[in-house]
């Protein structure tokens, strides 16, 4: 079983950066695809950005292209959301995600995340 915590959330301005990490425990989680959704209130979870084992593939959604870098620490069981010139319409819950079973096919279909955390917030004012 792997456990995900998120952390680095917070209120901010829009403009501003912040930098989400997402630790693994439990198991490592070096060979597994990883990713960061978001849900806003009242709104479905959606794919934001992820990563496949080794780092070598990232993705994004094309609202934070530019803006936001997925990377990973294998050595810590770590990953990350560096988020920068943060927008209102970033606001929301931000989830990390693992995904055991291998590194191809479409890293932002949500269904194929078998571990899940407990989200962190992100709010940006204007």
């Known amino acids: 079983q792997v456990r995900l915590v998120e952390s680095g959330g917070g209120l901010v301005q829009a403009g501003a950066s912040l930098r989400l990490s997402c630790a693994a425990s439990g198991r490592t989680v070096s060979r597994y695809v990883m990713g960061w959704f978001r849900q806003a209130p009242g709104k479905e979870r959606d794919f934001v950005a992820a990563i496949s084992w080794n780092g070598g593939t990232t993705t994004y959604v094309d609202s934070v292209k530019g803006r936001f870098t997925i990377s990973r620490d294998n050595a810590k069981n770590t990953v990350y959301l560096q988020m920068n010139s943060l927008k209102p319409e970033d606001t929301a819950v931000y989830y990390c995600?693992?995904?055991?079973?291998?590194?191809?096919?479409?890293?932002?279909?949500?269904?194929?995340?078998?571990?899940w955390g407990q989200g962190t917030q992100v709010t940006v004012s204007s």
């Open positions: 995600a693992a995904d055991r079973d291998g590194n191809s096919g479409d890293y932002s279909y949500r269904p194929r995340y078998d571990y």
